[in-house]
Structures are given as structure tokens and as C-alpha cells.
């Protein structure tokens, strides 16, 4: 089990009963978890000679967020369409099929490095910048 899972675990064992029935649908409540899961918030797969880029994690936790960005090797990162926060069920976050498929295609092996911007619903930004393996690059 991952470092980051291990962490998340034990912060919601040790969370109040009530906030664990949260429907995480905002910054407050999202914020931590993507604090904790930063090194799965992108990922890139080689399948039939493309990289698809997946952004399912940021989709998974996607209310709470206003919005986010995706750069490509170092290009400005560009608005990455979210599906909307189905607040009229019963788990808001989930990735409904009319939602759309959560990843990108690209070039076989042209990606190198991301940059992912995510833009809060509290009108805070965060900013990470991982290579082609997730692993985070300093700024």
C-alpha cells in the first residue's frame, strides 16, 4: 500500500462520524485528500501506440474544484474539461458514463513532464508539475 493511501486511511479513521459521511463536494473537504494523493492526481499509460493521459483522480474529487489546467512539456497549461458535480446523487464524485471518458491521447512517448493546475472552489490554486512516471519536478 501506497505512502499516500496509508495517510489518507488513518486521517478518515480518525475523522468525527459525522464528517465522514461528508459528500465531499467542496474545497474544505476536497483539499485534503488531494494534499495526501498529489502522486495520483495524473497518470500516463502507454496503449495502442498512444500515451493516454488519465486525469480520473482529479475527476474523482472534482466538486470542491472549480476547474483545472493540463501543460504538456512545458506548454501553458490549457483549461481540461471536468464533468459537472452531480450534487442530485448520491455520490456526487462519481464518473457517470454520459460524463465522458477521463483521460486525453497523445503521440506515443511525447509526453515528458505535466503541469496541472487545480483551481478550488475557495478561490485558492495549486500547482503540480510531475514527469512522465508522476514523479513530482521542483519548480
Known amino acids: 500500500m501506497s505512502r499516500e493511501l496509508s ?3 488513518l486521517a478518515l479513521a480518525l475523522l468525527p462520524s459525522w464528517a ?15 494534499a495526501a494523493t498529489r502522486a495520483n492526481w495524473v497518470s500516463v499509460r502507454e496503449y495502442e501506440g498512444q500515451d493516454l493521459l ?11 474544484l472549480d476547474g483545472m489546467r493540463i501543460g504538456i ?8 474539461p471536468m464533468p459537472p458535480c452531480h450534487e442530485d446523487q448520491a ?17 506515443l512517448g511525447s509526453i515528458q ?5 487545480v483551481f478550488y472552489d475557495d478561490r485558492t490554486m495549486e500547482t503540480l508539475r510531475v514527469d ?7 519548480p
Request: net charge negative; with cysteine; glycine share 8%.
Open 54 to 64: 488519465y486525469v480520473t483522480h482529479l475527476w474523482s474529487w472534482r466538486c470542491g
Open 91 to 107: 455520490a456526487p464524485n462519481a464518473i457517470l458514463p454520459e460524463d465522458g471518458l477521463p483521460y486525453g491521447v497523445f503521440p
Open 7 to 9: 495517510v489518507l486511511m
Open 73 to 80: 512539456n512545458g506548454a501553458v497549461p490549457v483549461i481540461w
Open 132 to 138: 512522465r512516471a508522476g514523479q513530482p519536478i521542483s
Open 113 to 117: 513532464q505535466i503541469t496541472i493546475d
Open 20 to 34: 465522514q459521511a461528508a459528500p465531499f463536494t467542496t474545497a474544505a473537504e476536497v483539499k485534503p485528500i488531494l
